[in-house]
């Protein structure tokens, strides 16, 4: 991998676009790789050579490889310089500001280069919903049947950070955001597609881009590679190269419950005639093999969970993983937290934190999921997706207590009075401003014996610096932690 880097990077000047997590760990390896004629950093935020502090613990090596040298440009222009590069290294989260056409430099990833170098080891995994779990319990699977594995991408983890952590034989297990497909020109051996729901419209404008950004996982698949994908956002028609393993639950309904629009595809396929993995309640069918999800002994709640099981179950057949390695993988499997995650019961009622909702979507997994759910807290930032779905839902629904904060907590209440005059009792629908006021209500109204759950359908930026720290707080609100 250093040898490719060093080949993509020799004699180029290179600019470094973000200086986050991945930023700072892209320039590590090109600092180790050498070659640049010239590196530079780029971003909104002011940064100077002391920043660059976390390299001094670094070899020898690339102590000397002249990092003191390296040029920073900073503030609100700084991708005007993009065009002095001869090649851009892009941050996920770095919104270009015009099309990536119109850029004389060649606009690179850490994603492209790693796709580049191991594409035929790599597993990647994407998805609206569902693609973190997907992508940790078929890891921990691998990992606990003896597979050599890696874990990196979406998840938090670099994929530079585990360059030096690849074996001869090792899978790489890569969890992709739509930002990181967005630019590929490499799709992977083996690609997952688990669904593709209504999102990130404030960055795309429209679903058709965000579903072409998810199209990346299998738009340059060739003979011989495999897609694990729903029918319902299959590929169309001769628009892949790759064979497909399609995976669905038997009584899933409609397409409308899987992508969240009827018109994703122009080329969607009838769910019930394609399936080859098939979910009947927790029972999972591929081929001539049966396997039952231990329910009890796993901490997955829910048939959306039972969905992502069965994909990567899928996966570990196809691996050579039997069914006694599979189920001890799962049973001893610790699910991420603020999904649908059991925090604790406080005068008689149980919260959970489904923070990573950001969807209608997934709320209505997880009022249909707890089955007791007495009060949900909704609302976050609002990025003009439609909620009729959900309102609808609402409105047949036995929750007695719907608390709705936030820019779309307020919208969904005025749509709800404005839009539904025969909406069941409206006198659940309670409005507050912000999560504190939430959690102070419910403890007041939840009843006992019921459970409250913060499953907010919307984005917490702007709010919260991210869905973790949203969950974080709605726990410490709710056991009044210091």
Known sequence: MIDHIRKRIENKKVLILGFGREGRSTLKLFLEAGGAKELAVGDLKEFSQKDLSYLNEETAEVQAAGFEEINFICGPDYQKAMDDYDLVMKSPGIVLKKPVEEYKAEILSQMQLIFEAYRDRIIGITGTKGKSTTTTLLYHILKKSGVPAQLAGNIGIPVFDIVHKIEKDSLLILELSCHQLE????????????????????HYGTMEKYVASKEKIYENQMPGDLLYVHPSVAPGENSHRGACIFVEAE?????ESVCGKEDVSDNTVDIKSKADVILKGAHIFYGQRDFEIPV??????????????????????????????FGAGLVSYVPLPHRLQYIGTVDGVAYYDDSISTIDETTIQALNTIGNADTVLIGGMDRDISYVNLEEYLASSKVAHIILMEATGKRIYREIMENMPDFAGKDRLYVVEHLQDAVALAKEITRKGGSCILSPAA??????????KRGECFKRLVLEEE
């Open 183 to 202: 630019y590929m020109t490499v799709s992977p051996r083996r690609g997952v597609l688990l669904n593709i729901y209504e999102e990130h419209l404030d």
């Open 296 to 325: 009890e002994k796993t901490g997955l709640l829910g048939a959306h969970n039972y969905l992502d099981i069965a994909f990567v179950y899928a996966i570990c057949c196809d691996l050579g993983i039997n069914d006694r390695l």
């Open 251 to 255: 009584d899933e309904g409609d397409k």
């Open 459 to 468: 984005a917490s930026y702007g709010i919260f610096k991210d869905f973790e």
